[in-house]
């Protein structure tokens, strides 16, 4: 089999660290990227090209960009998660920092590197099962996630005619430098190895969606369907 051209955001870290060794060992051309200078320079010699940037600075981007030839699949992974601790006095700049780094980069990254990914190549973006249920102290990265769904599933509509295909990723909760802020239970937690092999099959297989663990995933599907009042005395606590 012949090696593909994979750029992948987020891969210094985590679960898009995982998907990079995943492709460099099967002996794929991974461009890893990433603002860890450090951690781009340790994982170098495994990588066909490291890119040094902050998807929020499109100048920065465009930069690296130059230096990235045709490219098979793009994976947009890279994210942060932060919460809206006190909703009534509602923290406006955290709001807008997660919007910024969760979705409005991701709209610099397909200016410049969508036009690299080839006829038959693959987009693939790396959302939450967040967007399947609302949660509390959410309403940032929630909102950030569920605009790459949108975001995804409108693209895969526009690319038919370019003959690239759209897959989008709802992971539940994975162990990551991320998720080990968080302060509260996170049942049927996988491990960024497992999620990296989840993402890398659906990716084998061009799904236009895939979710996992299916036992988070399926009983949130559940809940969606269900009147709000039932899930609400579920989650919301005092
Ligand atoms: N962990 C979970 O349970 C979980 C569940 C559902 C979805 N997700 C999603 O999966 C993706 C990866 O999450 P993770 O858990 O692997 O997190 P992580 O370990 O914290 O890794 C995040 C990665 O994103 C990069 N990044 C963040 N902000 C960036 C920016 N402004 N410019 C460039 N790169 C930036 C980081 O790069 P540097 O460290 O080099 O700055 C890092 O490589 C995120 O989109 C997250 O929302 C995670």
Redesign the pocket.
């Known amino acids: 089999m012949t090696a593909k051209n994979i750029l992948i955001?987020?891969?210094?870290?985590?679960?898009?660290?995982s998907l990079f060794k995943h492709y460099s060992r099967k002996g794929d051309n991974v461009i890893a990227?990433?603002?860890?200078q450090q951690?781009?320079d340790e994982i170098a010699s495994q990588a066909h090209l490291t890119g040094q940037?902050?998807?929020?600075i499109p100048s920065e981007i465009e930069t690296f960009s130059k230096s990235v030839e045709s490219l098979d699949i793009l994976v947009l992974?890279?994210?942060?998660?932060r919460y809206i601790d006190d909703a009534k006095n509602f923290d406006g700049a955290l709001f807008a920092d997660v919007i910024e780094?969760?979705l409005i980069?991701l709209g610099w990254l397909l200016q410049f590197f969508l036009p690299k990914v080839r006829k038959g190549g693959q987009v693939v973006f790396?959302?939450?099962?967040?967007t399947l249920m609302p949660f509390q102290r959410s309403e940032a990265?929630g909102a950030s996630?569920s605009g790459i769904d949108y975001l995804a599933n409108s693209l895969r509509l526009d690319l038919i005619k370019e003959k690239i295909d759209v897959t989008l990723i709802?992971?539940?909760?994975?162990?990551?430098?991320?998720?080990d802020k968080n302060d509260f239970p996170?049942p049927f937690l996988l491990t960024?190895e497992q999620?990296a092999l989840n993402i890398a099959k659906a990716i084998d297989k061009r799904k236009e969606y895939a979710h996992f663990p299916k036992r988070l995933t399926m009983l949130l599907k559940f809940f969606s369907i269900m009147p709000n009042w039932i899930w609400r005395k579920m989650i919301i606590k005092g």
């Open positions: 955001t987020g891969a210094t870290s985590g679960i898009g660290h990227c990433g603002r860890n951690k781009l940037f902050d998807m929020t992974n890279a994210g942060n998660c780094t969760n980069s790396v959302s939450s099962s967040a990265y996630k709802h992971p539940g909760f994975i162990k990551t430098p991320l998720t996170m960024s999620a």
